[in-house]
């Protein structure tokens, strides 16, 4: 489809026909964002998992950056000042974990919003395309069936458009949820072999 089609459907499919078309365009563009950030920080939770698997003496650095494993960000963001014994240390993991999670899981609930909102938009622009054909029918009759099929077209492509834009959405947000549950289990693996670690060697970190 060349661009000057692209523009004729767009407009055909009037104002609501925009408003989808930037909604999907945001909402695929955070789920580019997210896969490349979820990979990253799955790549390094199982870096950092198989560390400590093959050696008992291995350590974790800490680091609060974007890109660090968040095994390495719960640690540094632990209160070790607070931390005197294997329960302590068990409940402050258990807090910043949960903390964590809505970091790892970034832009995820927006992209389900946008996900749900865009078959709502397509039936929203397929009320409007009705509105006006019945506008059409109560001024002219059934003698315009030009601006009629106006109004249905509208209709028509925006119901589609909004499917056709929330169906890979829906479904590569569903993919990426599976990922940050992953990215969790491992994270939590990792967190219960630090918890047989002694305490006083975090300290010296």
């Known amino acids: 489809m060349t661009n000057i089609d692209l523009m004729a459907q ?6 609501i026909m925009w408003v ?17 950030r979820v990979y990253a920080l799955i790549k390094h939770a199982r870096e950092d998992y198989a560390t400590l698997q093959a050696d008992a003496s291995s350590r974790i650095e800490l680091n609060l950056s974007a890109n660090s494993s968040p095994a390495a ?9 607070e931390i005197f014994s294997k329960d302590d240390l068990i409940k402050e993991m258990n807090i910043q974990l949960a903390a964590i999670k ?7 609930p927006t992209i389900a919003t946008l ?3 865009l ?3 397509g039936l929203l622009g397929t009320v409007t395309g009705m509105i006006n054909v ?3 029918i109560a001024l002219h009759g059934s003698g315009r069936p030009e601006q009629m099929a106006e109004g249905i077209s509208q209709a028509l492509l925006t119901t589609a458009s909004g499917l056709i834009f929330a169906i890979p959405v829906i479904f590569l947000h569903h993919l990426l949820s599976r990922r940050v549950s992953e990215l969790m289990v491992i994270t939590s693996q990792t967190m219960q072999i630090l ?3 002694d305490i006083e060697s975090f300290k010296q970190d």
């Open 195 to 197: 918890v047989h670690r």
């Open 20 to 36: 989808i078309f930037v909604a999907a365009c945001i909402a695929f563009a955070m789920l580019i964002w997210q896969s490349w």
């Open 134 to 136: 019945f506008e059409v």
């Open 10 to 15: 767009m407009d055909k499919g009037g104002p």
């Open 119 to 121: 078959p709502m938009l």
């Open 102 to 108: 809505p970091n790892m899981e970034g832009s995820l």
């Open 115 to 117: 996900g749900a909102l």
């Open 73 to 81: 960000r719960i640690l540094s963001l632990m209160n070790w000042q």
